[in-house]
């Protein structure tokens, strides 16, 4: 993990510092940022990794960590800054074998040389071809965390994308599908997702991200 100079550190509590900033594969500008002492990865409107999803992701993990949820098999689509992959390794000290996917070969590289990769196995790859795959081979995950952004929009998701993340699912499995959807599109995504089998529960408690946990 990247670790801000004293200077950086300290100014940081009082207004946004900048370490690196560039325009990432998908055409929309990336920034490493220090803000109030955390470093963050961001776009120009919504913080991808340790900043407000870093807290989506902590209190959702920590929910099925209490309802044993087996952590054993990860996969994160969408791997980002790896926020999700530190919370299951340092907070609840677990041994995870964790997979990353992450399309962008901006973030790919800060992810591994500023933020959190120990541990994990980062592939760069399209998320969508990975899980068409992962079908093909017939691998399978106790824990999949779907984060897909494009800065604040989902991606439009591919025909057989819910039935190929069904099938990666283990009988015991569960999945997270992070939106900023409003009320009525993430109404629409909860329907979707039970007319292809999954049971699925809300999870807003955080305002702006709407949260499905599904399972079989």
Known sequence: MLKPSFFQW???F???VVIKSGRGNLGH????VVYHGKV??????????FGKL????????QRLYRKSYSFDKVLILGYGGGSAA??????FQYDSHI????????????????????GVKILLEDAFDYVRRAVENEWDYDLIIVDLFVDNRNPAWPEDFWNNLRNMMNSSGVAIINTMSDEQAFKE????????GFIAQPWNEIKENRVWVVKK
């Open 10 to 12: 300290l100014g940081s």
């Open 14 to 16: 009082f207004w946004p």
């Open 29 to 32: 500008d990336l920034e490493i």
């Open 40 to 49: 963050m990865l961001d776009t120009r409107r919504v913080n991808y990794s």
């Open 54 to 61: 870093h807290e989506v992701m902590e209190k959702i993990l």
């Open 86 to 91: 530190q919370i299951i390794h340092e907070q």
């Open 99 to 118: 997979v990353g996917v992450e399309s962008d070969a901006m973030i790919y590289d800060w992810a591994q040389n500023y933020f959190y990769s120990k």
């Open 189 to 196: 995504l909860g329907d979707q997702l039970q007319r292809h």
